[in-house]
């Protein structure tokens, strides 16, 4: 899965928000809209009851962004975005709502910690992704749609 989507990296012109290095990253861009849509679809299909039952899905900028809203369609749950500047934009919600994070490559869990440090008061629920790309196993709050190479501490 996804190997269709896998692009030899240039770290100059592509550098990875984990900040590691890898021979190759997955350019999620090369999907159509189509595709992607279906892709979320097999992500609603793992999910597990309780995390259809949040209050909102939150999408780290800039990969989660297509995934989380796609699965919130699906799901009618409301979906926010934070960003690069941490400012969440979207809906508000009420201190101790509960949310799932969706991202499309998860590695280090940066951008899931600085989601969940921005959401402080939040009842965090999970994490889901389309790739593991992490030394060892993925947390326990992690579903994801598929396991590939792991990414590289730069050297």
Do not use: N
């Not at 900028?61 to 500047?85: E, H, N, R, S, T």
């Amino acid at each position: 899965m996804f190997e269709e989507l896998r692009v030899k990296h240039d770290a100059h012109a592509h550098p990875l928000t984990s900040k590691r290095s890898t021979e190759y990253y997955y350019d999620f861009d090369l999907m159509t809209p189509r595709e992607a849509r279906a892709v979320a679809l097999k992500l609603v299909e793992s999910m597990p009851i309780e995390h259809t039952k949040v209050d909102f899905i939150v999408a780290p900028a800039l990969g989660g962004i297509v995934p989380a809203y796609f699965v919130a369609d699906w799901c009618d749950i409301p979906a926010v975005v934070i960003d690069k500047q941490g400012y969440v934009r979207g809906g508000t919600f009420t201190e101790g709502s509960t949310y799932l994070i969706i991202d499309d490559v998860v590695s280090t869990y940066r951008e899931v910690e600085r989601c969940r440090t921005i959401l402080e008061g939040y009842d965090y629920r999970g994490t889901m992704a389309y790739i593991y790309r992490g030394v060892g196993d993925p947390r326990e709050d992690t579903i994801v749609l598929a396991r590939k190479e792991p990414e590289h501490a730069w050297k």
